[in-house]
């Protein structure tokens, strides 16, 4: 009878943790494949079953960036400045967000704040944003979709699809 308990406990508490990685690997997939709202939704059914990575946070401001949801994507890349070794992409990619909706003080204020990172790939493309944005009088550069700022920032991660594998990071 105890094994018994033991063996419906753990089936119990095997489902969610095997829903996390089945929503945030099928997300994966659907954004290598373009899908950027079936990627969205992917992360986010991950989310609702309780995974909780930095690298799930990135991967949703980035799909959600993708689909031209930046309020929804600003909420998720707001959160990663939290962390440590994370909060310099997350403020270079609030700045792009900025740049998107047309708020050049935001958008110098986080290319700003991601200058002071470890990663001289990001530390130069804020610089550049913020010379090209003085260059321009105030106006700022616009953006598409698929950024370069976007694709070289999957480069600082190891990654040519600009997604995060949970195993990857903390």
């Known amino acids: 009878p105890l094994l018994s308990v033991i063996s419906a ?3 119990l508490a095997s489902p969610p943790a095997f829903a996390e990685k089945s929503h945030f690997q099928s997300g994966i997939s659907a954004f290598k ?4 709202n079936v990627a969205c939704q992917h992360f986010n059914r991950a989310y609702q079953s309780g995974l909780r990575k930095s690298s799930l946070l990135y991967n949703l401001g ?8 930046y309020q929804e994507s600003k909420k998720w890349f707001e959160q990663l400045t939290k962390v440590d070794s994370l909060a310099q992409v997350a403020h270079y990619n609030l700045g792009l967000i900025a740049q998107k909706e047309a ?4 958008a110098n204020h986080h290319f700003r704040l991601s200058q002071k990172g470890n990663n001289s790939t990001i530390t130069t493309l804020a610089t550049r944003n913020l ?7 105030g106006q700022l550069p616009q953006t598409g979709s698929g950024s370069k700022g976007f694709t070289l920032l999957n480069l600082t991660f190891g990654y040519d699809d ?6 990857a990071t903390a």
């Open 162 to 167: 600009n997604i995060v594998d949970p195993a």
């Open 131 to 137: 010379d090209a944005n003085q260059k321009d009088g």
């Open 9 to 11: 406990i753990t089936l």
């Open 103 to 106: 708020k050049p003080e935001a």
């Open 33 to 36: 494949e373009g899908n950027f």
């Open 62 to 69: 980035v799909c959600h960036y993708k689909t031209g949801k």
